[in-house]
């Protein structure tokens, strides 16, 4: 059932039941009224006829009240009139139609009187005749006066009645016809009533609803929906500005959402770059440890042994001769142990675990800056004795690539270190005084290589819970910050 259908019913049930309501007290008050009217009507009839009659009465001229029985008896309106005695016998009717018959209180037009006390009864009611003819009887009685003392008893109050029956037809013909035209009325008031309602409805609540649902239907298939345009501010404007508030809403949060798509598939992809980076990196750092295994401590090991074997050969024949070459094989093994201990150190630097990092770093400086003639300026503040070996571990190799980077890419003269830690939180920062670059646009195989180590650097720090942050511009050099909580990275 339609919300237009819904209210149609929600008006009209009740206006039909308040019209019907209506219309039937109307017509009650309406016959009260005409009841009254005519019961009136019927007591200054009788009063009529009983002067009428009175002076007939006194001068004994019957004949002129018989005729004036017959007269009245002609009025169409009248039903019946009888005069009667106080033993109800009929004195006088039009045609002496009934005259001399006795009427009895036991006949069932005269029952809705006669059944009550004489106290009680009206004076004019509405009854049926036996052929089922509705009419209005008055009885008006004639009261006992002195000059009708001769003829009848003074003690005896009531000497007669003067019945007389009314048609009500009339009545009940006017009553009906008004009551058809103020249903025809009110019938036609109802049915632009209901025009009226189902063309409000329509206009203000239905077009509307429908408009509404027709935005909702569109904005379920695509979130791209302009604004409803703001209308009254009723219960279906306010709905329409929530709408378009929650439409807002979830539009901002689609957007949200494909940027955080974007950015996640394309940390994806790095991810994959620079898995396969790091599995390429891997590889090549075997192939250099193997190399330098091979051509530069196998070959030491090698020289070593054919100078022993030589010294231990002149041994026998030559006893000063081996020293000489035991000296240039001294000479190799010392060489040997620093190839080795350069290796050992590019894998992992012994001295991170033995004394921490500000002795690592100050190693490394040495190590890669200084044979660059880049100066090198170190700042540590309240790290106490030991951080955590994780923690150790990622500041030392995130540092330990930016500093790559600076030497294979910022030209730079001068890089500031500083570390400290407080509240739970490690903060490092390294700036150098390069070239800088565009972090967003990098076409090179060099820069792309950059962006891998980059890449590398940010995975180690969010991997263990921290930020990682890389700012640089052209000619302004550049500046990475890692923030490492302590305890989200010994977790991992």
């Not at 009685?141 to 007389?164: K, S, Y």
């Not at 050969?313 to 001294?330: C, V």
Request: charged share 25%.
């Amino acid at each position: 059932m339609s919300l237009r259908t819904k209210v149609t019913l929600m008006i009209l049930l009740p206006a039909i039941v308040i019209i019907s309501i209506s219309s039937l007290l109307h017509y009650q008050s309406e016959r009260e009224d005409a009841l009254a009217t005519m019961s009136l009507l019927a007591s200054q009839t009788g009063g009529v006829i009983e002067r009428a009659i009175q002076r007939d009465m006194l001068l004994s001229d019957f004949d002129h009240i018989q005729t004036t029985f017959d007269d009245i008896g002609e009025d169409p309106l009248i039903g019946l009139l009888l005069l009667l005695d106080s033993n109800g016998r009929v004195i006088f009717s039009p045609k002496h139609e009934y005259t001399g018959q006795v009427l009895s209180n036991q006949d069932s037009s005269c029952q809705p009187c006669h059944r009550d006390d004489a106290s009680n009864r009206p004076l004019g009611i509405v009854t049926s005749a036996d052929d089922g003819q509705r009419f209005f009887r008055s009885m008006h009685p004639i009261e006992n006066r002195p000059e009708c003392n001769q003829c009848h008893d003074p003690d005896q109050r009531i000497i007669g009645v003067l019945l007389t029956d009314f048609s009500i037809e009339f009545m009940q013909t006017s009553l009906t016809r008004d009551l058809r035209n103020n249903l025809i009325w009110w019938t036609g008031t109802l049915l632009l009533l209901i025009l009226f309602v189902n063309f409000a409805v329509h206009r203000g609540v239905v077009n509307r609803i429908d408009s509404l649902h027709t935005a909702m239907d569109g904005f379920g298939r695509s979130p791209q929906l302009q604004d409803l345009p703001e209308g009254p501010q009723d219960e279906i404007g306010r709905l329409r500005h929530t709408f378009n508030i929650m439409a807002n809403r979830i539009s901002k949060r689609d957007a949200d959402n494909q940027l955080l798509s974007q950015a996640l598939r394309k940390r994806i992809t790095e991810r994959g770059q620079l898995l396969k980076q790091l599995i390429t990196a891997q590889e090549e750092e075997r192939i250099r440890v193997a190399r330098e295994l091979h051509d530069e401590l196998g070959q030491s090991l090698s020289s070593t042994a054919l100078q022993i074997e030589i010294a231990k050969r002149q041994l026998a024949n030559r006893p000063d001769a081996p020293i000489e070459h035991l000296n240039q094989a001294s000479s190799i093994l010392k060489d040997a142990t620093d190839q080795m201990y350069n290796l050992i150190s590019g894998l992992r630097p012994s001295i991170l675990d033995d004394l921490g990092l500000e002795a690592a770093f100050v190693s490394l400086a040495k190590r890669t800056l200084e044979p660059a003639g880049v100066g090198f300026k170190l700042e540590i503040k309240d790290l106490g004795d030991r951080l955590p070996a994780t923690i150790e571990t990622v500041v030392y190799r995130v540092f330990q690539e930016a500093l790559t980077n600076v030497l294979r890419h910022a030209k730079a003269t001068e890089v500031d270190f500083k570390l400290e830690f407080h509240d739970g939180v490690v903060h490092g920062q390294l700036r150098d005084n390069g070239v800088g670059f565009d972090p967003d646009h990098a076409p090179g195989t060099s820069d792309r290589l950059n962006r891998m180590g980059v890449l590398g650097m940010r995975e180690r720090v969010e991997q263990c819970g921290g930020e990682f942050t890389l700012s640089s511009a052209p000619h302004q050099g550049t500046l990475v910050i890692i923030r490492l909580p302590i305890e989200s990275c010994q977790d991992v």
